[in-house]
DNA sequence: ATTCCTGCAAACCTTTTGCAGAGGT
DNA sequence: ACCTCTGCAAAAGGTTTGCAGGAAT
């Protein structure tokens, strides 16, 4: 199985190829930046990690880009209670909703088929067929020093 | 059983006591219009309503006012995808998520005991304790007719 | 009288857009 | 050569805030 990077240069060349688009040095940059950096970055997460590779690329070209790459299907726009939009890694097509710390911002995922079940049921009964939800828990850790530990290293 | 309203005044007026707050014509008129206007409502719908009977009314009085009632227990803020804040009336600590319509953008209002409980115990899977969560379905209505119905009257 | 509120305008924050020049095909 | 991208700065859209005068207690 390939590295899920690579993956996504795949879908996201052939997605550029269909459009016309055109391969540039910091498409690459985001790109890789955005998969290293593992999940659920903001477009201040990302620009701060490209500009250390290649100062001067501005907020414009980052919006640009994960725009693009949402698009092509090789990242996830979310908003959560923040005010930031951020950005995660499609893999695979697999889908997961996400359990937030409230104390220290950790971001679980998880994945239910009971509720999932439950959704599409609910929306027949109303008339629905489901698109996409959004489902997020918010809650407290019950092991406050690993909570307390992930806060002291910022967000 | 007393009118929603009546139960939100006697708990905003316990709350503004308690705080020192003042009584005023605009938190009234407020009040009044959010309660008959039924529910998801953004500032706009809110200023626009209370301008009918007050005009001169700012944006920042009914923003102000909308944090209030809803620090005060009496309005919920929901963040949809339409980028506006919208409050509903809280009616007897009762709970529920939505189910949208991608296509009119009509809000139905669900509860599901086995989803919730699933959530309990997801939470407590990793650790956590709920405080609150999100969650929101959207689709597209089965019934076009009643959906399109919707859609010529405006959002 | 005191303290809180209001309306206005300006500030704020995140995101989008117009434009001229740089860069990919 | 052509047409897309980039970086900048300005604009936009929603929300918050500072201030001086006005209202409630």
Redesign the pocket.
């Known amino acids: 199985m390939k590295a899920p990077v690579e993956e996504a240069q795949r879908k996201l060349g052939e997605y550029?190829r269909e459009h016309?688009?055109?391969?540039?040095?910091?498409?690459d940059q985001i790109l890789e930046g955005f998969f290293s950096a593992g999940g659920h970055v903001?477009?201040d997460d990302l620009l701060g990690q490209v500009q250390e590779r290649?100062p001067?690329?501005?907020?414009?070209?980052v919006?640009?880009?994960m725009?693009l790459f949402a698009e092509a299907g090789v990242a996830h726009e979310r908003h959560f209670k923040d005010?930031?939009?951020r950005y995660e890694p499609v893999i695979d097509d697999e889908h997961h909703d996400h359990l937030i710390c409230t104390v220290c911002g950790t971001i679980f995922e998880f994945e239910d088929p009971v509720i999932e079940q439950r959704q599409a049921d609910i929306a027949l009964a109303h008339g629905l067929r489901v698109e996409h939800h959004r489902h997020e828990i918010y809650g407290v850790c019950s092991a406050p020093e690993s909570c307390a530990h992930r806060a002291a290293r910022g967000r």
Chains 1, 2 share one sequence.
């Open positions: 550029m016309g688009l055109k391969h540039t040095r910091q498409r903001s477009i290649m001067g690329v501005g907020y414009a070209t919006y640009r880009t725009k005010g930031q939009t």
